[in-house]
């Protein structure tokens, strides 16, 4: 369903009345691009991450998992915003006038965050394209070795996606992948530049380059033997069975989760800024009853609380509005510069707040779930661990010729929380795949020193 000529001219005119709200109240978003999509198109988008990204059976899974949901009224995504320079954001065809408004309100803050917070600041601002030529190079890939051989390899590749080291980040501009080690262009440069087709000698030149740079990458490792927490960049320099471009889609996975790193870093700090500021920007307005009741309806349903997780909404909001009152506007916006998840509830999560937003420990006690502890510093300092390494295991690779026969030896560094044993005994044989030879992990379970090791398709376990 698409807008009539005057629900656009509203929704065009209440666009440019946020923003210079926006504008007047401090913010500094980027330039904006706002898209009317049907479901379909936004639920695409939601479940790829990104318009341009790769096609991958799991995007096709979630998709259809979240258009389940929103048919059966379970949720419902009203906008999706990326960041890039100018900066995208996706707006449902079937919103009404007062929900487009709270929404634009809403990515703004998105925006401005994007845009002045550090951790955002080596994200490249292009990754549409950069996404798009990564899923060109994807599909030649398919057509040379196959598709099935393709896609195999993405489930190896998407399986340990996570196990990144976001300080290995290189600075924007700095080179267009985000390999080590090069200074000025990078050598996918001419792909980036997507109005004509590079030659096949062009793109065989890009291949070696990054070759080139992975082995001095690997010779500088092993001059320097030290535990490596970025996996993927490890194998995609070590594997003595990956083939080119194998190594390239590696990279390609690898670029994509350094430029989501970030969000997962400040989720609660985002999604508070965002919420903070549709709420002050929409009370400038004057509402007529039923578009007021309208809107409070909305941004109850977006910090109302839940029973089982936290709402990053709700706890996002709650601090910054206190350091909003209790530290000033100033103030304000230099924890926007500086802060993530973790030392935003380190620094600023007080008693006064656990306590009216109701917040406890709870877990399962026999066959059913109890709230343990409601002591705030319990409560914070969960929270805090909880967003160690984005919420991901933290895995070292210790040794990449263990006892000298070539194995794989990696390290879980417990820090309290036990892997999810299944998942190692499904995930483990993915990192064969792409080592090749037999894969060892140390970990902790029952607070005994465990070490499960993988040859092929089986898993065992001994106790160390």
Request: negative net charge; aromatic residues 10%.
């Amino acid at each position: 369903m698409s807008l009539s000529a005057l629900e656009r001219s509203r929704l065009e005119t209440a666009i440019e009345r946020i923003t210079e709200t926006a504008l007047n109240l401090g913010l500094q978003p980027f330039p904006m691009r706002y898209e009317i999509t049907p479901v379909d198109v936004l639920y695409t988008i939601g479940a790829y991450g990104m318009p341009t990204r790769f096609s991958h059976w799991s995007f096709g899974k979630a998709f259809y998992r979240m258009k389940m949901q929103y048919d059966l009224g379970l949720s419902k995504i009203y906008e999706l915003v990326i960041n890039t320079n100018p900066c995208y954001a996706f707006l449902l065809d079937t919103n009404t006038l007062v929900q487009n408004e709270l929404i634009v309100a809403h990515v703004l803050g998105h925006s401005d965050f994007f845009r002045n917070n550090a951790y955002f600041q080596r994200t490249p601002r292009d990754m549409v394209d950069r996404m798009a030529a990564a899923a060109d190079r994807i599909r030649q890939y398919e057509r040379e070795f196959g598709t099935e051989a393709v896609e195999s390899f993405l489930d190896a590749a998407l399986a340990i996606q996570e196990h990144i080291d976001p300080s290995h980040f290189s600075n924007p501009g700095q080179e267009k992948d985000l390999s080590e080690g090069t200074k000025g262009p990078g050598p996918y440069d001419d792909l980036w530049a997507l109005d004509r087709e590079p030659m096949v000698d062009e793109k065989e030149e890009a291949l070696r380059t990054v070759m080139r740079q992975i082995k001095e990458r690997a010779d500088a490792r092993k001059r320097g033997k030290r535990p490596e927490k970025d996996l993927l960049m490890f194998l995609m320099d070590n594997s003595p069975v990956l083939e080119d471009w194998q190594r390239d889609v590696l990279t390609i996975v690898r670029q994509e989760m350094l430029y989501f790193w970030p969000q997962l870093e400040t989720k609660i700090i985002n999604e508070g800024w965002a919420t903070f500021w549709h709420l002050r920007i929409m009370r400038e307005f004057d509402l007529d009853p039923a578009e007021s009741f309208e809107f409070a309806k909305l941004h109850a349903g977006v910090v109302a609380p839940s029973p089982v997780q936290v709402n990053p909404y709700a706890v996002g909001l709650a601090i910054l509005e206190d350091i909003d009152n209790r530290l000033g506007r100033e103030a304000l916006f230099e924890v926007r510069e500086i802060e993530s998840d973790q030392s935003l509830l380190r620094n600023y999560l007080t008693k006064e707040i656990v306590d009216r937003l109701d917040l406890y420990l709870y877990q399962r006690v026999g066959s059913e779930y109890r709230v343990v502890d409601k002591d705030w510093e319990a409560v914070r300092d969960r929270l805090i661990t909880a967003r160690n390494n984005g919420g991901f295991p933290y895995i070292v690779v210790m040794d990449g010729d263990h006892e000298n026969r070539g194995e794989l030896y990696l390290r879980h560094e417990f820090e309290g929380a036990e892997l999810d044993l299944k998942y190692v005994e499904k995930t483990l044989p993915y990192v064969h795949a792409l080592w090749g030879r037999p894969v060892h992990l140390e970990t902790v379970v029952d607070g005994l020193r465990v070490q499960f090791t993988c040859q092929e398709d089986r898993v065992t376990r001994r106790f160390l």
